[in-house]
């Protein structure tokens, strides 16, 4: 059995920088973007800040956020 990861704060006394925020992606509908796993796409819809779903041409996938390996172009 695996113990769930803590999480760790960054505390003002620190010597060391704080990690930083990834900034958030958007994507809206018509958006043309990349994924590193299904190629190119084009957004056909968009679920609030939670999902997007993409045509890739051959097939549609539902992309959760943080949406990682999509990118816009």
Known sequence: MKKPE??????????????????????????????DAYGLGRVVAVEGDTAVLVDFGSHRERIAEPYRGMFNL
Not at 9 to 34: I, N, Q
């Open 6 to 35: 803590a999480v760790r704060r960054h505390l003002p006394t620190s010597p060391f920088k704080a990690k930083a925020e990834a900034p958030r992606k958007h994507f809206a509908v018509g958006d043309r973007v990349t994924h």
